[in-house]
């Protein structure tokens, strides 16, 4: 059409970054591929200008992302492979990591669950490479909130998250059997608490700055002194 760019064609700005695949009403529509001067380049599908639909980007820092894009940024579901071997496989919204997903560290370590913008937020799980396993509430990429922390030890605990320590009421089941059940204070057992040994005799006191703090009241699995 006269005047207007249209069908298929190369087109290089001052400066050297390029497109190069189709256009319609003079403008970028349908698949093409544009290189930018730092040397990052996105190649799938375009609509008025915008990446829109499916394509693949690939930053000058060895980062890509393959997957939907709507309004000229990451929407709907993609993979984002790391340039350190992190890997990401789930949903974007506005071009940020929000609603459900997937992270591969190149450590080992694995996260499934719900993401906000790029933070762990609401309910998710995570694996170490060492076995141990957090499952529970997140807030701000930390576990806040009720969850359930297993250790490779074999010891469990249940309860309150702060910020990414325990901090609240909980319990804690130990691998050998005995429980214990009380107050924590970022990490460190504090307030009342109830001990109970693998025989089943409880033992209630107080905790201060993870120990014991005063007498502790011992009673059998009735529940009667000893």
Do not use: C
Request: glycine share 20%.
């Amino acid at each position: 059409r006269m005047g207007k760019r249209h069908g298929k064609g190369r087109y290089t700005h001052h400066g050297g970054a390029f497109y190069d695949g189709e256009w319609a009403n003079d403008k970028k529509n349908g698949n093409g591929k544009y290189r930018w001067a730092d040397g990052s380049t996105y190649e799938g599908q375009w609509k008025d200008n915008q990446k829109h639909g499916k394509g693949t980007y690939r930053y000058a820092n060895g980062d890509a992302y393959i997957g939907s894009f709507a309004n000229d940024v990451q929407n709907g579901k993609g993979i984002y492979k790391f340039n350190n071997g992190d890997y990401y496989d789930g949903d974007y919204v506005n071009g940020e990591r929000t609603g459900q997903g997937i992270f591969r560290y190149a450590n080992g370590d694995r996260y499934t669950g719900q993401l906000l913008k790029g933070a762990k937020n609401g309910q998710g799980t995570l694996v170490w490479k060492n076995g141990s396993t957090y499952m529970g509430e997140w807030k701000n990429d930390a576990p806040n909130g009720r969850g359930k922390l297993s250790m490779k030890s074999g010891d469990i605990f249940e309860g309150q998250f702060l910020n990414g320590r325990i901090h609240g009421e909980g319990i804690i089941r130990y691998a050998d059997g005995s429980k214990f059940r009380g107050h924590f204070k970022n990490g460190k057992r504090n307030g009342p608490a109830i001990e109970q040994d693998k025989e089943g005799n409880r033992f209630e006191g107080t905790y201060k700055e993870d120990h014991r703090d005063g007498p502790f009241v011992e009673k059998d699995r009735n529940g009667v002194e000893s």
